[in-house]
């Protein structure tokens, strides 16, 4: 009778290196507060980039995790923006708009990339350059972020989708980091196992504690130089992305 063959041949050998996507790819040109200011005085009402910017952190601070478990996948899109939805009346708060409902769809399609040739969302300066470097080299490349569905949009709109062979958010998969579940959803897709892993992202709880717990080798892009880590986590801190291939 033949042997099963060892389960570690059903795993990719090389290296698969996931990545955050807002603070670490990609972020929001001059600022949450500025893009809903300009999509608002489409809509006569003018705000104050600042203010709408503080209070979009300071909301999003209090929502609940951008994830839904045991949702039936046609009531994803309307549980998504009913999400967003609440979180822009807290942005907007006291504020009067002719037509909210208008407003709220078109700024929600606006950070969708379904604006054409305009965008809210911006590459960092050496984003593509090292996608594709670490393609030429055979590295697989994945996204585990938390997101929601409106992630492989974005990231098609900016041009480097098809660098990714495995996108994972937290809204689709119904779980947010810093749960180890979501990274080990994202090693399934990808084949990799732990220890064949690397994840870079820009937050030390969400993106940190989450990898570090599934076993993944955990690299923080302070791009700012804002964070305080301990001295044997310095070692594992870059400012740019190009810095990826010194643990390589």
Wanted: proline fraction near 5%; charge should be negative; charged fraction near 20%.
């Amino acid at each position: 009778m033949q042997q099963a063959a060892p389960l570690r041949c059903m795993y990719n050998k090389k290296k698969t290196i996931f990545f955050d996507a807002v603070g670490t790819l990609f972020e929001v040109d001059q600022g949450v507060g500025f893009q809903y200011s300009r999509i608002a005085l489409k809509f006569g009402v003018r705000q104050n980039p600042a203010l709408l910017d503080q209070r979009f952190y300071e909301a999003f601070k209090t929502m609940p995790p951008l994830d839904f478990p045991d949702l039936l996948p046609n009531l994803l899109e309307q549980t998504e923006k009913a999400w967003w939805r609440t979180l822009v009346q807290h942005v907007f708060q006291d504020t009067i708009f002719p037509d909210f409902d208008s407003f709220f769809e078109a700024l929600y399609s606006f950070f969708a990339g379904n604006s054409g040739e305009e965008t809210p969302w911006t590459l960092f300066l050496e984003t593509k350059e090292v996608l594709g470097h670490l393609s030429q080299l055979g590295y697989s490349l994945g996204i585990i972020s938390n997101f929601d569905s409106r992630l492989q949009p974005v990231v098609t709109s900016l041009g480097i989708a098809h660098f990714f062979q495995t996108v994972t958010c937290s809204a689709q998969e119904g779980i947010a980091k810093p749960d180890q579940a979501i990274f080990k959803r994202a090693m399934e897709k990808a084949g990799c196992l732990p220890s064949n892993a690397i994840y870079i992202g820009n937050d030390p709880h969400d993106d940190g504690v989450g990898a570090k717990s599934a076993g993944i080798f955990f690299l923080l892009i302070d791009r700012k130089g804002r964070e305080k880590v301990d001295t044997e986590q310095d070692r594992n801190v870059i400012t740019d992305l190009r810095e990826i291939s010194n643990y390589l």
